[in-house]
Each structure stands twice: as C-alpha cells, then as structure tokens.
C-alpha cells in the first residue's frame, strides 16, 4: 500500500504532503482545486507520460515521491520502497527505487506490480488483451494454478529443446547449408597450405625485391669504400706497431685492437661482396610474392588476425564438420524428446482450456450482474476462448478476449474498441469486485468513476468500491455522497491564493468535517436539513 505521497511544481500543486491508509480514500473537493493533478502524479510516479506544460509556472523541475509498504519484496527496507520521479523542463528524467537509479522504462515495469490506475482515459490493463487471460485464471484460482505451473515448466522445457535442435542444425536445409559454408572455408584454407610465419619472412624478401636498387647502391658505396686501400691502410699501420709493441704495453694493446678491426673489416668486406651478389630485381619472383601474400590477406579478412588464427579456425570447422555429419543421432533423441514434451502440454492445456471455458461463463455472469447494478443494464460482457491448435503460449494454447454488447440488438465487438472511458473504468471496477478475492494488485485507484451516474448506480459503485477495499487499498476521486459516505478516509481537496500564486491544499478529515463534505456535495449547501441527510446516509452506508 502507499503510505505517503509527495508532490512537488505540478500544476497549482506547489509542495503537498499526503498520507494515506488502508481500505477506500476517497478525494473529493471543489472543481479545479488538482484533484486531478493527485492522479496525475500517480500516473507520473508509475512511469506514465509527463509534459513539460504540467511543471508549475516558473519552476524548473517537478517533483514526486511515494512510500510503498510492500514487506514482500526483496528490495524493501524495513518493509518499505521508496520511489522518487524528478522530471526538469528541458525534458530530462530522474527515477529512483530505494535510492538506484532506472530509466522510465524500468520503473514503469517495476510500479506496474503494486498501482493500477483507472480513469476516464487511462485503463491500460483492460486494454492489453493480454491481461484477460489472467484476470480469468484469477478468478479460477488454485483449481489452475497448480496446471499453470507444471504447463510452464513444460513449456520452458520445449523452448529450450527447439533452441538447441536450431543450435545443433536438427533443420535438414540449414544443416546442409552449414556443411557446405564449413566446407568451402576449410578447402579454401586447405588449399592455401599456410605456414607458420610464412608471412613474416614474404613480407621481409618483398621488402628487400621493392628495395633492391638503393640496398645495391648502398652496398657498393660501402664496399668501395672499405676496397680502396682501407683494409691495406689497416695492414700497413699493423706491421708499424709490431715494430715498437716490444717497447711498452700499450702500443701492444692498440696493435690488438687494431688487429681485431682488421679481420672484422676483411670479414665484413667478403660479407658485403657476398651479399650484393645475392640482391637482385626478379619481377618473376616478386609477383609470385605478390600473389601469396594477397591470398594471405584474403584468408585473414575472413577466418583470422594471422596465419596462426587461421590455422586455429581450420582445426574447429573441421571439428564442426565431423559433429554435422554425425548429429542425426543426438538430433534424432532430441525430436523425440520434444514430442513427448508437446503431448504433456497439449494434456495440460485442454485441462486448462476446458476449466477456462466452464468459468468463463461464471465470470461473464457475475460480471454482468454488478454491471446491471452499475446501471449498464443493457451491457453485456462475453469472454472468448479460443483454442489455438497450431502454437503454443506462454499460459497454454488459449488465446482469452473480453467480448461486450453495450446496446441492445447490436453485435458484440472487442472490449477495447467499443467501450467509452467512463464505461470502461465501470467495466473494470466490475471485474475488480469479482476478482476481489485472488486480485494481488495492491493499489488500485479510481479517477471520476462515477462520471455520468447518480442515485440506485452511485450506491452500487459505492459499495463496490468498498468491497474491493476490504482486499486492496483504494484510491478514488468522486463528486458522489454516496461514495464519500462509504470511504473509511476521506480527504478534501482546496486551493487558495497565497503571493497571487494558487496553491492546492489537502487535508484529511475529522467525522465531523465529512459529514459536512457528504452535505456539501448532495446538495451544495451545508444546513441543518442537509447535515441530517449526510449523518442517515453516513450511518446508513457504514451499516
């Protein structure tokens, strides 16, 4: 249940505070004071839309928070969530639950499971035909419940199987085609005969055959160079120091180190000699290299970063062939496998189909007749079953639609194509009362449902509204004596001016004040005759 609401900048609404109880508040007040806005900002709070026009005049950013006691949820503390919404003129949102931020998305799918609004244009949850085929389990109970599951573990079970009968190829076209990509790949690979750091050493002698002229050019600088006389110069000063090495140790050391420079030069001399020999241009060769290395690039474009990679992804669709070519078998227990799990759910969901249909009539008809009370008198509600024979669904093979005939002699058409916003929140508070009972909606809240009606229908929403009140928490905003008699709390909604700014107010009511509501609303006028008329009909509802 909630128990606080705050909102902040929305509308007239400048900072208001409430707290609210369990069983049916109601709200009422005079016209124009944001009774409207309250519901709005439940709206807001559970992820609805928001327009930037709705932030109150010179404010940057509007503000709403609640208190949900939900003990039953994991992310509770101490019993209680704390969901916040701020929303800022240029559009940006904030939403937290206990404190983590979500996106809007998020926290509409979290506050889907604990407020259901309904008003003269917001009946999300009968609009989704989605939602029909639980409010009729709902109503069957744990009769269907236990069905449900074991059909879901079912279910669960066969989805699994199908996704890994795709995964292993059990389709005979798509395996084919498989094995026929898998082995092109690997003849393509097989025939390239890679090698590893083939490529390093291509790369290296393409290098050399692009570079051949300078390298030749360099060489024969270097080896004319060291050929004119260098080495003889070198010699020469070698046989002037062997003359005096005797002398004095040093001159015996450089005569080594110069020994030492000789050979090297000689060495490096036949090195480089030997060398140029080798360094040739061969555009023979050079296109050759040209070629290998473009199938290497081509090969690792779509199999790897290197040869290495390469090599790697031939071993595994090779594995991969083997396993195509041998997966009958395994496929084969698969297929039987789903087979069996389809007859288990096609038991579970005629059991299920056939409960559906014998209680669908009984929820037609209690529906029916709390809409005579409700004054439709000539509408009637008629729920579809229709058996799917071909698909499988998350509940069964039971497509679940709510049918309706508002008018006498006309055809019944899609609940959610024919009915008006105030005949659908009188078609949901009808539905609710009869599902009262297996309903786990928390918060269920009602904007204006008795727009349009009076008298006999107004004393039948009123106890309506209450009976759902003894199962949920109960917000409703209401123009009618009879419903502000009936509501265990009653809360008035005003607006004054304060600074030239109109502010709403709202305050919860002592007994005596909501007997003075109860006479301000049936007649406009709060007199002696009007507050006896509110006391007979406060004590005559509460009895």
Do not use: W
Request: proline residues 1%.
């Amino acid at each position: 249940m909630i128990t606080n609401l705050h909102i902040k900048n929305i509308g007239i609404i400048d900072d208001i505070e409430i707290n609210l109880n369990k069983g049916l508040n109601v709200l009422t007040g005079e016209t124009g004071a944001g009774k409207s806005l309250i519901i709005g900002s439940l709206d807001i709070i559970s992820g609805g839309r928001f327009s930037k026009e709705m932030i109150r005049k010179g404010e940057e950013n509007s503000f709403v928070e609640l208190c949900l006691y939900v003990p039953e949820d994991e992310n509770a503390i101490d019993g209680n969530i704390i969901v916040s919404r701020e929303i800022y003129a240029n559009g940006r949102n904030q939403c937290k639950i206990n404190g983590r931020l979500v996106t809007v998305s998020e926290l509409k799918e979290y506050m889907k499971n604990y407020i259901e609004i309904h008003g003269q244009n917001d009946n999300q949850n009968i609009l989704d035909t989605r939602i029909h085929i639980k409010y009729l389990d709902n109503f069957i109970g744990e009769e269907i419940k236990q069905i449900k599951e074991e059909y879901k573990e079912k279910y669960i079970k066969y989805n699994k199987l199908k996704k890994e009968l795709k995964d292993n190829y059990g389709d005979e076209k798509e395996k084919q085609r498989r094995l026929d990509l898998l082995q092109y790949q690997l003849n393509e690979i097989e025939e390239a005969n890679l090698k590893t750091g083939e490529e390093i050493k291509l790369e290296e002698r393409r290098k050399k055959i692009l570079n051949s002229e300078k390298i030749i050019e360099s060489l024969n600088t270097v080896d004319k160079a060291i050929g004119e006389g260098t080495i003889d110069i070198i010699s020469s000063a070698v046989r002037a120091l062997e003359k005096i090495e005797t002398i004095d140790e040093k001159y015996q050391n450089f005569n080594n180190d110069l020994k030492n420079i000789y050979y090297e030069l000689q060495e490096l001399s036949r090195d480089i000699s030997n060398y140029k020999e080798d360094v040739n241009f061969d555009e023979k060769e050079r296109n050759e290299i040209e070629e290998r290395l473009n199938i290497i690039y081509n090969l690792k474009r779509k199999y790897g970063n290197d040869i290495e990679e390469i090599i790697k992804y031939k071993q595994e669709i090779a594995e991969e062939i083997q396993k195509l070519e041998n997966i009958e078998q395994y496929n084969h227990k698969i297929k039987e496998e789903i087979k069996q799990t389809e007859k288990e759910m096609i038991r579970l969901a005629e059991k299920m189909n056939k409960l559906r249909v014998e209680n669908g009539e009984k929820l037609n008809t209690n529906i029916n007749k709390i809409l005579e009370d409700l004054e439709m008198k000539n509408a009637r509600i008629n729920m579809h079953i229709d058996y799917n024979e071909d698909e499988y669904f998350e509940n069964g093979k039971d497509q679940v639609e709510f049918y309706i005939t508002t008018n006498l002699g006309e055809d019944e058409k899609p609940l959610t194509k024919i009915a008006s916003g105030g005949e659908m929140s009188r078609i949901m508070l009808a539905i609710k009362k009869v599902l009262a009972d297996t309903d786990n909606m928390p918060v269920l809240v009602f904007d204006e449902i008795d727009t349009g009606i009076s008298g006999k229908a107004g004393k039948a929403v009123a106890e309506k509204l209450s009976a759902i009140g003894e199962k949920h928490q109960v917000l409703c905003i209401s123009h009618l004596a009879n419903i502000a008699a009936k509501a265990d709390y009653n809360y008035f909604i005003s607006k004054k001016v304060i600074g030239e700014r109109t502010n709403t107010n709202i305050e919860l009511l002592k007994e005596d004040e909501v007997i003075r509501e109860i006479a301000r609303i049936s007649s406009g006028e709060i007199n002696d005759t009007t507050i006896q008329y509110a006391k007979e009909l406060r004590n005559k509802i509460a009895s």
